[in-house]
């Protein structure tokens, strides 16, 4: 038997999302979001299902930090939705938006849970998409002067601030490939949002530098990784490709100043440019205090001629998948959080997503016996543990999530909660993965 153990100041948490859980969509003065529009576009959601409700947050948030309390978290990470603060994105602010958030981060410190706060999770003001979005460069003053408001208003509470949740989904997710909002295909587009939101997001930590405030700030990409299927020297680099596109793309301009080059080089060949001003890159390369990561997946590439952006493929080799199609591969979170230590040094990381979508239901005894969630975290548990013993400096540990909620353009169909939302009566049950938690904490690991 192994005794897999955490440090005493390991932060566990859980992580949710504001269109995700709040609802109350016209409520106190929130403008539309590119959410809002996306999820009415008929053909976009699954379902047709939109964010109006969700899991009702906005009302219910005091049975939510009950339920973290019950759990045991020290940290509880969730997003601010930029049009309930600045509801048309530019000018009034709306204090009844504020007050909303007042009552959630007081809640959480009165509970002994630390606030961990996202500023972008993918609700952008629908007034900013009419003028262009992440496109135009004035959307970055925008975003800047909305940090400013909330860093005022919560500076003093909030000592953890996470600029941006997975910038390669609000750029090539959501402007190329065109499954979230706003919904484009556009790579030479997807190209300008991904340098728009990282110098965004370079300017939000000189902003925060510059008030002073008694906390930490970084960025949270989502990271993959992606092994040849074969050593064939082509096989090689398609996976590198692969690699660099989701992961070096968005954390070596976030930890370096740059570019991975070859990838500059490539995106040239298809006639795409970043769209880099002057003193950008440094802008960008600001120090952080940590790097967040979200990881849910790995698998396998090989090459392919004029198959997709990079000439390649992704080959089933067997993996169990989840619920919605993603491959589990425990291993490849230590491959890639190792990977990053060694090209990125000695940077904090907090895992600041990580979790299983499966097909749940309230069992006839009352509990929801999600078997595969349980497997799921204690086989990512073990690899943070191998992380550590590593000495890579993994600080924490957030899942997704704490609630069922608005999986995107899944809609509702698809849980990733280690607690059950009843859509109906929005009644929550914490399922057999919370207690599995629940214990991890409490005992501060396990035995395999
Ligand atoms: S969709 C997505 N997720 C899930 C979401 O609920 C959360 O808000 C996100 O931070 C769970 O974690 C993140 N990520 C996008 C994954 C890429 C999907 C690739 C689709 C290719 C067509």
Sequence with gaps: MTRISFPKDFVWGTATASYQIEGAYDEDGRGLSIWDTFARTPGKVVNGDTGDVACD?????EEDIALLKQLGVSSYRFSIAWPRIIPQGTGEVNEKGLDYYRRVIDGLIAAGIEPAVTLYHWDLPQALQDKGGWDNRETIDAFLAYAEVVFKAFGDKVKSWITFNETWCVSFLSNFIGVHAPGHTDLQLATNVAHHCLVAHGRTVQLYRSLNLPGQIGTTHNLSWSEPYTTRPEDVEAARRSRAWGNEWFLEPTLKGSYPSFMVDWFRGKGIEVPILEGDMETIGQPI???????????????????GLFDSEDVQVGFDQTFIGWNVYPEALYKVLSWLHEEYGDIPIYITENGACTDDHV????????AQRVDYYRKHFIQCQRLIDSGVPLKGYYAWSLLDNFEWAEGYAKRFGIVHTDYETLERTPKDSYYFIQKVISEGGFDV
């Excluded at 947050?57 to 948030?61: A, L, N």
């Excluded at 205090?289 to 198959?307: A, E, L, P, Q």
């Excluded at 069992?363 to 999600?370: F, L, N, R, S």
């Design 289 to 307: 205090d940590f790097i967040g990561v979200n990881f849910y997946t790995g698998g396998c590439t090989r090459y392919k001629k004029d198959s």
């Design 57 to 61: 947050s906005y009302h219910r948030y």
């Design 363 to 370: 069992a006839e005894d009352g509990g929801v016996h999600d």
